[in-house]
């Protein structure tokens, strides 16, 4: 008891009168510090755009790897507005694959040069059953026909409902045939000719519309004996014309024939007349035969002239005398051509010098002057 009071006294010289309590704290030596502060927080990994890493940036195809770069990924992350995937890259394109400025596989669309797929049936055309209605497509009839118009098939009309039934006081009627009592009936000429055609027996007749045969020489051409005027609107009869020698005429069509030059000639062989023929097709549409069998001489003698002698192309041999230059080429005078060459005809009898000669083609006359 005695050693407690002397301790007490002690302390009480040393740390004067506070409380007891207060010398029994403990103070930390340096700075105070919190207790328990939070744990702290690492910061976020981005890319420079602001794209977290291993994500997809929103400018395509870009794409933010682990270390912190933008990188093209676009199997990934996809390509932008305009463009398309293809082999691994980004391509100019729309939707689906379709190169710009192009039709897609499905008709009518078309990528355009903004890469929208629009419809362009002008360029791109329609699929089967469909028909180009503007730059869409729309179905029709099983012949092709749009809804609501008559088809070339006469009376045929397209409903809406995409039926071919026949109208013929809408679409008409077909060739040969005419509106009668609502129906398109068979219609005939009084020799039986359809309506439309030209008729066999009575050339160059034409069946009209009335039912009444017209003539028509520049449908319906001529009779083998005649031959059509140069303006088409007439039928000639060659025995009618006798032409001069020199003189252009009409053969057939566009066709034309002239004989001139014509001789008496004196060979070892007999008497020859000579004479140069042209045929001009220059004109011409179709290649046109001439053979040397039809272009005969026709040789006129005695009153009224009732002697007639026919006489065929023959020339001469070559014996020194009498030369064949230039004959005429027979068979084809192609179109846009001209023939020009010497024919030659054997006079058996020697040359008359009171008959009249004349080549004789087709029932067309030329007077000679040998």
Known sequence: ????????GMMLLLYGCASPLDYFQFQQSGPAQEVNPPSPQPSQATCADGTAMNSCSAEKPMFCTASGQLSPNPSLCGCPSGSILSGGECRAGCEGGTPFSTCAAERPFYC???GSIVEKASVCGCPAGKAR???TCISVCSDGTLPGECSSAKPKFCTVSLQLTDDPERCGCPAGTLLKDGRCTAAR????????????????????????LVRNPRVCGCLSTEILSEDGSTCLNPENLIYSEGVKFKVFNNAYMRIRDAEWIECSTGDYIRLQLQLDNSEGDTNYPLYSQELQLLEKTGPGYLNRKWISVQYPSRDGLCVEPDRFAWTYTMEGDVNTGMVWYYLPDG???????YIYYREIMVGLSP
């Open 351 to 357: 040359f008359n010098s009171d008959a009249d000669y």
């Open 1 to 8: 008891m005695r050693y407690a009071a002397v301790l007490f």
């Open 189 to 212: 000429c009084v020799d039986g000719t359809q309506v439309g055609s030209c008729s066999v027996n009575m050339l160059p007749t034409y069946c009209s519309e009335s039912l009444v």
């Open 133 to 135: 209605s503007g730059e």
């Open 112 to 114: 355009n040069a903004h």
